[in-house]
């Protein structure tokens, strides 16, 4: 079993988001103990980009303010190194391909080994083109975590059954972001993946409450959350952390 999986052992499991170096690194450090404090299971680390095609205006806000305060893949990768000395939890980076390719795949993939990071996320990548990227993560021993959207129809098969560490299945279309209604129908989507995989499925986008984190672990093997965490962090900066802890504690017990 991939570290990544063992995130799912135990029941339903709850994705934390955090975007590296805002407001500054040492709160993302705090945030991330926090997120694990208060029961996160899986901890996704966002390496900031300049143009995050996926992202909502709170997290855009999130990498430009990590961006202009300094933040680079070199310091990301520093943290996780400090992180690593106590959080056992699994740890994804999320990502952008030009992130990546800049870094250079092999290096940038030798150094999550290196450092402890245990799958990557790239949301601009097709499943199509993710062989570009594979072979570096498989010798790093990094899973290369597949995204599943309303949208993808009949290549949903396709997707789970090559899917590694878990399924990252998309609510909604268009951007990350706090929803107050998520009206796909996740239901028969999920049904589809588990005829095709026993890799667990978590679904993120939109998620901010203790009563759609109850109702999407209804459906999935976990939850994820971004934006409603990076705002935290936006309202309180630096003193964020412990609020973090409370959150993701009403979360994970909604999910009970």
Avoid: W
């Avoid at 799958?119 to 499943?127: A, M, N, R, T, W």
């Avoid at 990076?230 to 979360?251: F, Q």
């Amino acid at each position: 079993m991939s570290n990544i999986r063992s995130a799912f052992a135990d029941g339903k499991a709850f994705v934390a988001f955090i975007t590296c170096g805002d407001p500054d690194f040492e709160t993302t450090a705090a945030a991330v103990r926090a997120a694990v404090a208060g029961g996160a299971d899986l901890i996704e680390l966002g390496i900031p980009f300049s143009d995050p095609t996926a992202e909502g205006p709170v997290i855009q806000a999130a990498n430009q303010r990590a961006l202009a305060g300094g933040a680079t893949t070199d310091r990301v990768f520093e943290l996780v190194r400090e992180l690593r000395r106590d959080v056992r939890v699994p740890l994804a980076f999320m990502t952008y391909a030009n992130v990546v390719f800049s870094y250079g795949i092999p290096r940038f993939l030798d150094r999550c080994r290196d450092v402890g990071i245990d799958g990557l996320i790239l949301p601009d990548v097709p499943f199509e083109e993710k062989d570009e990227f594979l072979p570096a993560c498989r010798e790093a021993g990094v899973d290369f975590i597949s995204l599943i959207a309303p949208t993808s129809h009949q290549r949903i098969a396709k997707i789970a059954r090559e899917a590694e560490g878990f399924l990252y299945l998309v609510s909604s279309l268009g951007v990350t972001g706090e929803r107050s209604e998520i009206t796909t129908d996740l239901g028969a989507i999920v049904s589809h993946i588990r005829e095709q995989t026993d890799v667990p499925c978590a679904i993120g986008f939109g998620i901010s409450t203790p009563p759609q984190a109850k109702a999407m672990s209804a459906l999935a093997d976990g939850v994820i959350v971004g934006s409603a965490i990076v705002r935290l962090l936006a309202e309180h900066g630096t003193d964020a952390p412990p609020y973090i802890r409370d959150y993701v504690a009403s979360m994970k017990a909604a999910m009970r």
